[in-house]
């Protein structure tokens, strides 16, 4: 926590391009510089600050910081507009010379380009700007000598032939860049995909991530990517199989049929009479709770692993297991309420394409959802290890 001497050491120093100073709020203001402070161009390896409630010329602006204005702070965190999604800590709100100051600290990035709504943003000396092409190039092979996650490790013996680069130009990059950007020439495909954790312009193959989510056949290097559904006649796995289903194929795609599937053949309703006659339609699970559940366990499997994710649904429960246990800064102390990510390309790439809504979020709707909906309690084993596994009972009317 910096100290309010030190907070006015940075208010004075009007030249380093690692301090942003600002009296706005808004998103289209505090995304980009989020995001510049992330992609930490001039490669200092240190964070970048951005100072509320500080004048351009280093003077406190005297205005009142709220909840609400805080709340927007960590929206920028959270809502997914910033991709990857940033590590930032916001300060207690400070009193200084008359007015509210909050410093939000922006840790660079191990994993750039990082973008906002599609738009790439560096620090350009004291200022902020649009990268160019050549700049996303370097941040792009700049990752190649931080830290991976899994999905960004190159997919080694892969090439470009096999992956789909037409599920990747009609149905992601259009979603994922802003049009400016993609009007500008020049751009190879294998940049557009490298800017975007697809490919690695290093060892010239596509990574991990690209091989999953546009894969031609994602299983030949990955032989657990795929979902295994499994509906049993009764209450245990020793009871007949009623039907199976084997999703695999390119994740852009599948996520899609997963999604229909969990809505025309999990989610099942039917009238009941109350008291007074009139009828009440129930439904053995929630829709959303379900679909959120399982898309988490997608996000954030193991893919090292040549398990599959398995879904079983019995005629009191649906079961969720998945390869990977807890992972990163999360634990059996903070879960559900700490996020970290073991597949952070694929976790952006969710996010764009609209089956993640926002960031450490859905655990805690989904409980609420089902709550309301009349299903016990979700339970969560997370002392498997190498598994993670929730067991979800159905609706108690059901």
Same mark, same amino acid.
């Given at each position: ?130 990268? @160019?092409?050549? &700049?996303?190039?370097?941040?792009? =092979?700049?990752?190649? #000598?931080?830290?991976?996650? !899994? +999905? /960004? ?27 400016? @950007?993609?009007? &500008?020439?020049?751009?190879?495909? =294998?940049?557009?995909? #490298?800017?975007?954790?697809? !490919? +690695? /312009? ?197």
């Amino acid at each position: 926590m910096l100290t309010i001497e030190e907070i006015k050491a940075l208010m004075k120093d009007l030249e380093p391009d690692s301090i942003e100073r600002t009296i706005s709020f808004r998103e289209d203001k505090l995304g980009p510089a989020a995001c510049a402070f992330s992609n930490d161009f001039p490669n200092h390896k240190k964070p970048g600050y951005i100072l509320l409630g500080v004048n351009d010329d280093g003077t406190v602006n005297g205005m009142t910081i709220g909840d609400e204005e805080l709340q927007k702070i960590g929206n920028i965190k959270s809502n997914g507009n910033v991709l990857p999604q940033p590590s930032l800590v916001v300060s207690p709100v400070y009193k200084i010379d008359g007015g509210d100051v909050v410093v939000v600290v922006v840790q660079p990035s191990s994993y750039p380009p990082v973008r906002f709504d599609g738009r790439c943003w560096i620090r350009i000396g004291p200022r902020k700007g649009r990268a @160019t092409i050549e &700049e996303e190039r370097i941040l792009s =092979e700049r990752r190649a #000598a931080y830290a991976k996650t !899994y +999905d /960004l490790v190159p997919a080694f013996g892969s090439t470009l032939s096999d992956i789909s680069l037409e599920y990747f130009k009609l149905n992601y990059l259009s979603i994922a860049v802003d049009k400016e @950007t993609l009007s &500008e020439n020049g751009r190879s495909i =294998e940049v557009q995909l #490298a800017s975007l954790r697809f !490919y +690695d /312009l290093k060892e010239k193959c596509p990574t991990n991530a690209g091989i999953i989510l546009f894969g031609i056949n994602p299983e030949f290097y990955l032989p657990g990517a795929y979902i295994q559904y499994v509906k049993f006649q009764g209450n245990e796995m020793i009871c007949d199989v009623e039907y199976e289903k084997k999703f695999s194929g390119a994740m852009i795609t599948e996520l899609n049929s997963i999604d229909d599937f969990i809505k025309n053949n999990i989610i099942k309703e039917r009238p009941v009479r109350q008291d007074t006659f009139q009828e009440q339609i129930i439904r053995n699970y929630p829709y959303w709770a379900l679909r959120e559940l399982i898309m988490n366990a997608i996000m954030h499997r193991s893919y090292e692993s040549n398990a599959p994710i398995y879904i079983y649904e019995f005629s009191n429960r649906i079961e969720i297991l998945n390869p990977g246990g807890l992972f990163g800064d999360v634990n059996a102390q903070n879960f559900p309420y700490a996020s970290d990510y073991r597949n952070i390309v694929l976790a952006e790439a969710m996010k764009i394409l609209g089956y993640v809504n926002r960031f450490n979020y859905g655990i805690q709707r989904a409980k609420e959802e089902f709550n309301k909906n009349g299903n016990p309690e979700p339970e969560f084993d997370i002392t498997l290890i190498t598994k993670f596994k929730v067991s979800i009972p159905i609706n108690s009317k059901w």
